[in-house]
């Protein structure tokens, strides 16, 4: 199968390439083996395609020309994501993504002390969200990027993010923002690096760590 162009190598017989619809398997994998603070999240949850239909696969679908697959010599590795403007990308996904999975997914209701496996997943599902926090409107859009662990310590993630910036200056935008879990101590690391910093708003949710940058 013709995988289309390389449009970045990274050596080492790692590549960045655009995702296809071909595709949406590996990124639902990736997405679920990164999926717990960074780790492999399989334990944890009980359907291993619904982290993948929400934090990765609609990418490919709604915001194709900024959907990225890194492969390496085993494979599929990583993936890079961005929307230039994340409240009209969540538009998409609450008009043209959600809904099919809205009646694919059960609702588990909002009592906490009676989900299990996923339903914490199911539950953002029924209750997609569209509108940014005025906290982050300095940064309309955002990003985000998975490596599994062939593909890390090589430098891969850093290359990427800088080529998304680019990408993402050239569209226009003033900044972005990328969200982690805040156990994840080296991502937030790893965006300090780069320039990123980490947003405190009364008006950010606590349970997720907002890293910010602008770029112009």
Not at 80 to 97: H, K, Q, S, V
Not at 165 to 179: D, F, N, T, V, Y
Request: some cysteine; aromatic content about 10%.
């Amino acid at each position: 199968m013709n995988a289309g162009p390389t449009i970045l190598d990274f050596g080492g017989g790692f590549i960045l390439r655009q995702a296809r619809t071909e595709d949406h398997g590996d990124l639902a994998r990736i997405c679920l083996k990164t999926g717990n603070a960074g780790a492999d999240a399989t334990a944890r949850e009980d359907d291993p395609d619904l982290l993948g239909h929400i934090y990765a696969v609609p990418y490919q679908v709604c915001e194709p020309d900024l959907a990225f697959l890194i492969e390496g010599p085993q494979g599929a590795a990583g993936y890079l994501f961005g929307a230039l403007d994340t409240e009209a990308f969540n538009a998409r996904l609450a008009r043209d993504w959600y809904p099919a999975l809205q009646r694919r997914y059960r609702d588990p209701g909002p009592d906490r002390s009676r989900w299990t496996g996923s339903d914490w997943a199911r539950y953002l599902v029924h209750r997609p969200q569209a509108a940014l926090p005025p906290g982050l409107s300095a940064y309309p859009s955002h990003g985000h990027i998975d490596l599994l662990e062939p593909a890390r310590g090589r430098g891969i993630g850093t290359r990427a993010v800088a080529f998304l910036l680019e990408r993402l200056r050239i569209g226009g935008s003033p900044g972005l923002h990328l969200q982690v879990d805040p156990r994840n101590g080296n991502a937030q690391r790893f965006y300090r690096a780069l320039g990123f910093e980490r947003l405190q708003a009364s008006d950010l949710p606590a349970d997720i760590a907002f890293m910010a940058k602008r770029l112009r």
